[in-house]
């Protein structure tokens, strides 16, 4: 009972402390809307600073339109109830099969949501790009690290978590999904992404 009591408290810290980062990471012009978080501002910026990206972000970007993905003007608003049945789906198939999770998730915020094709309309190495990337390997890291917390919990009450082994993993999967986004940050745009994933 005790170890139960453990792994409870273990599992609601890591879910708070996982709000209160993505909190934190959230913290204009007029192509922006109070919704858009700061990083997503300081993008936008940086990007009608440089005369080579000014045009392409005014073009895309379109003020007065409702806000869709990161509080962007005119950007995909995926449905929600699509984003659920996705998730279910995805869920699914990570408690079941494991790593191809992984790949459905992003088919998910790559095709499905359609967020490729609007990151692409900024054109390549535009911060704005970069930043919508990078958002899409982020939202895929959450889908992988909750899923392994849920899958994990299930594993525990069925008395088949091997104890070593997942904290090896979870070793591995917190520093991997915390020194990837750290040391490539806005250096691979979406078709790399693309491509990679393909």
């Known amino acids: 009972m005790k ?5 409870y408290l273990a599992t609601a ?17 007029e192509l922006t809307t109070p919704d858009t978080p700061e990083k997503m501002k300081a993008a936008i910026e940086a ?9 392409k972000t005014q073009e895309v970007i379109k003020p007065g339109e409702t806000p869709g993905f990161l509080g962007i003007p005119g950007a ?8 659920l049945l996705w998730a279910i789906w995805v869920g699914w198939i990570f408690s079941t099969v494991g790593a191809f999770g992984g790949i459905m998730a992003g088919v998910g915020h790559i ?4 967020l490729a094709d609007y990151a692409k309309s900024f054109g390549k190495g535009n911060p704005v790009n970069n930043l919508l990337t990078d958002s899409i390997r982020v939202s895929n890291q959450w889908l992988v690290g909750l899923s ?20 090896c993993l979870a070793i591995g999967g917190v ?9 490539t940050a806005g ?3 979406l078709k790399d992404y693309i491509d990679f994933s393909d």
């Open 3 to 7: 170890n139960r009591t453990r792994f």
């Open 76 to 83: 995909p608003n995926p449905s929600l109830i699509l984003g």
């Open 13 to 29: 810290l890591m879910i708070l402390f996982s709000f209160v980062a993505v909190a934190m990471a959230q913290t204009g012009s």
């Open 175 to 183: 520093g991997g999904s915390w020194l990837v986004p750290e040391l």
């Open 187 to 189: 250096k691979i745009s």
């Open 111 to 114: 095709t499905i949501f359609g």
């Open 47 to 55: 990007s009608l600073q440089d005369p080579g990206y000014a045009a």
């Open 148 to 167: 392994g917390v849920i899958s994990s919990f299930n594993y525990y009450r069925m008395g088949r978590l091997v104890a070593p082994l997942g904290i």
